[in-house]
């Protein structure tokens, strides 16, 4: 019961995490009708930031720097480069945006070297915290937790009560209208790129320590993250939260329960397959996703 009760646990933060980074995609999908592959590629830029400074000058101002430096580089980004894509077709700027992921991947390999980094938690974030009398759990993990909702807390209040978050919900639906408005577009579009930047960012800085840092490590979780647009309705944010989870649930439990139970090379196909397994389900029975835009 207590192994069955972290791994739920390690399921919804890993499914939190893949919230923060899948709603950045569905976000500028649904605002800017742009598929950007290179996504990935902020979550590791985040993790190297971060713990290459903190390395040096320790993890508070390593994470100013890893969230700073990923604002900058989002910035620049978005106006050298995907603003020239936003009236393309979705083959080129996949086909561009791909090109990105692969130069950020190389120049990764160049200024950090091939090894991967094995970023340590923060001390003050160490140990375990006894959930049940059988379960000690993570202090690291439970806090990562309590940051993805509160950061998803934040991005709804965001939309929903703001006038920056007005406007990016008329932007999804009535582009040309908002721009006849006044709305400088372009400048509402470069805010949406850089808080999806920001969202992946975060989730690169927070998993870091979980995972090794190393050259292409976004590329996977971008896999992961197109999965959940389509799972949970592209532009959907409720139906990004709730396929984040899902599908972290899924992998988690099947990685943990279904490999123990067929040792051997079964298990491990079995485990990789279940995503992708729910996401064909999901198309054969409800095209559109779990949820409408």
């Not at 592959?37 to 985040?46: D, E, K």
């Not at 990105?100 to 190389?106: C, W």
């Amino acid at each position: 019961m207590a192994l069955l009760l972290e791994q739920l646990l390690n399921g919804l933060q890993f499914g939190l995490m893949l919230f923060l980074l899948s709603v950045g995609v569905t976000l500028i999908f649904g605002v800017m009708n742009l598929v950007n592959i290179s996504h990935g590629s902020l979550f590791m830029l985040a993790a190297f930031f971060t713990y290459s400074a903190g390395a040096r000058w320790g993890y508070g101002l390593g994470l100013l720097i890893g969230l700073g430096g990923i604002i900058i580089v989002a910035i620049l980004l978005e106006w050298l480069v995907i603003r020239r894509l936003y009236q393309k077709s979705h083959l080129d700027q996949v086909l561009g945006t791909f090109g990105l992921m692969l130069i950020f991947n190389e120049l990764v390999r160049i200024i950090w070297g091939s090894e991967p980094i094995f970023a340590l938690t923060p001390n003050w974030l160490s140990g375990s915290i006894q959930l049940s009398e059988n379960l000690y759990y993570p202090t690291y993990r439970l806090a990562i937790t309590v940051v993805a909702i509160l950061a998803g807390l934040a991005i709804w209040l965001l939309l929903s009560r703001t006038r920056i978050g007005m406007l990016v919900r008329a932007g999804a639906d009535k582009r040309e209208t908002v721009e006849a408005l006044g709305v400088n577009i372009n400048f509402l579009f470069a805010v949406v790129f850089v808080i999806g930047a920001v969202l992946a960012g975060l989730a690169g800085i927070m998993m870091g320590p979980l995972i090794t840092v190393e050259s292409g490590i976004g590329d996977p979780l971008l896999i992961l993250a197109l999965v959940v647009i389509v799972v949970g309705g592209a532009g959907s944010l409720k139906g990004c939260l709730a396929a984040s989870v899902l599908i972290g649930m899924i992998d988690t439990l099947s990685r943990a329960l279904v490999t123990a139970d067929f040792a051997g090379g079964a298990g491990r196909a079995i485990s990789s397959m279940s995503v992708y397994l729910l996401m064909l389900v999901v198309l054969l029975l409800r095209p559109q996703g779990l949820f409408t835009r």
